[in-house]
């Protein structure tokens, strides 16, 4: 974040935090009641002109709405203070939850236009199947670049004649991760960083 902040002029440092926890065996209740303590916390740490929250592994729009709510309990309503807020209700941007993993696909295809290549064609591993990696995997795919591997939190797959990003996509949202997704061959988390590509993509 420091780097970026700095390419962008933005007058901010960089920092990240979080709970360590698995929300997946959290109740909506629980993920609630943890995130209003955390922000209890942390509410004197962040603002609008020292940090702000935005939505991670494990979060979304709806952490960010408790954050703000729990925030603005002690600051006053600050909507500026979280980054990923629901957009209908909270005014949150449109294109949030992509421009990140839009982004990587920018920064791929800059990269690849300097070397006389495009995306369509060429053979991408990405590590990291969270919200910016899918949606890496899913812009480059839809540029026709072959995703012949990814991996998450949960394991690794690879498809040397390419993955169907939306089938996985569809699957993880059910699954919660890419392990036992039967359109590729189950492996090593790490064999991945050394399999067979034309680009390699950490998105972790």
Same mark, same amino acid.
């Given at each position: ?17 979080? /709970? !360590? ?18 922000? &209890? ?6 603002? /609008? ?17 408790? /954050?703000?709510?729990?925030?603005? $309990? ?9 980054? !990923? ?9 449109? !294109? ?20 006389? $290549?495009?995306?369509? +064609? ?10 910016? +990696?899918?949606?890496?995997? $899913?812009?480059?795919?839809?540029? +026709? ?12 797959? $690879? ?15 059910? &699954?919660? +991760?890419?392990?036992?997704? &039967? !359109?590729? &061959? ?19």
């Amino acid at each position: 974040m420091t780097w970026k902040t700095a390419v962008a002029k933005i007058p901010y440092g960089g920092a990240k935090g979080g /709970i !360590g926890c698995d929300t997946s065996k959290l109740s909506v209740t629980e993920l609630e009641r943890l995130t209003r303590v955390f922000t &209890h916390k942390i509410h004197d740490l962040i603002g /609008i002109h020292t940090d702000v929250p935005a939505p991670d592994m494990g979060t979304g729009p709806q952490t960010m709405a408790w /954050i703000l709510d729990e925030y603005s $309990k002690f600051h006053g309503y600050s909507p500026a203070v979280v980054t !990923g807020k629901p957009i209908q209700d909270l005014g949150g941007s449109l !294109g949030r939850d992509a421009v990140t993993g839009r982004g990587v696909m920018f920064g791929t295809e800059a990269l690849l236009n300097e070397h006389g $290549k495009s995306i369509s +064609g060429q053979r991408f591993v990405i590590q990291g199947f969270g919200n910016v +990696g899918s949606w890496a995997a $899913k812009l480059i795919s839809e540029q +026709g670049g072959k995703i012949v591997a990814v991996s998450d939190i949960t394991g690794a797959i $690879k498809n040397k004649d390419g993955i169907d990003i939306e089938s996985v996509l569809n699957y993880t949202k059910e &699954h919660r +991760g890419v392990k036992g997704f &039967h !359109g590729a &061959h189950p492996v090593d988390a790490n064999s991945i960083l050394v399999e067979d590509c034309d680009t390699l993509i950490p998105a972790r």
